[in-house]
């Protein structure tokens, strides 16, 4: 993938986001890397989603030095290279501040499998980490600590984080994770859902990532 197409690729990652409502005004990120050249593209910094386009995306090197943009990187850049630098399966991530997500985030709690469509994206349940500040590398370390194989995690009084293998995977997730999240909400109103059993987690993850969808 060329610079020039990484860079639509994130900006349309970062529009998704907003479009479906995970983000308000300028919050929120989402992020790609081009590993051959060790270049990460990333949203600017308090720029207002609609009036961003494809050249806005910021460009920097793996230490966080801009390399092509007239615009400050996010903030949370640093939390995106490290997780690029230790995840190298990684090639897209994505934070919001999603309000049925962030409300998991805030009351410190997993969201545990209780739907089909949680085994089927995530695999286990969607894990909580505890509260970390923003200083240096602790975000980063800590979703690396507690996100295992899940796509997205919860960050306690904080927002989610969600990953994939480019940016609009890490948008998939990221989507996927509000609309569990909102469902079952909704549910713990009415009463107390049972998780499904393991035997049956892995059986529907193991279907939606091996027969599901369209072959090429």
Sequence with gaps: MSLKALKKAVW???????????????????????RAR???VIKPSGMDYEKMRPSDMVVTDLKGKPVDSKWK???????????????????GVIHTHS?????????????????TAIADEFGAEIPCIPYVDNQGDNIGRAILKHIGKSPAVLLAHH????????????????VMLEDVAHTVHLALL?????????AEVKKWFHRYHTTYGQTK
């Design 190 to 198: 009415k009463g107390e859902p049972k998780p499904l059993p393991p």
């Design 38 to 40: 060790g270049l990460v």
């Design 73 to 91: 990187p996010s903030v949370d850049l640093p939390h995106h290279l490290y997780l690029y630098k230790h995840r190298p399966d990684i090639g």
């Design 159 to 174: 927002g989610t984080f969600a990953i994939g293998k480019t940016p609009r995977d890490a948008l998939k997730a990221a």
């Design 12 to 34: 349309e990652a970062n529009q998704g986001i907003f479009k479906a409502g995970l983000v308000t005004m300028h919050s929120g990120n989402a992020s790609g890397i081009d």
């Design 99 to 115: 309000n049925y997500a962030t409300s998991f985030a805030l009351l410190g709690k997993p969201i545990p499998v209780y739907l």
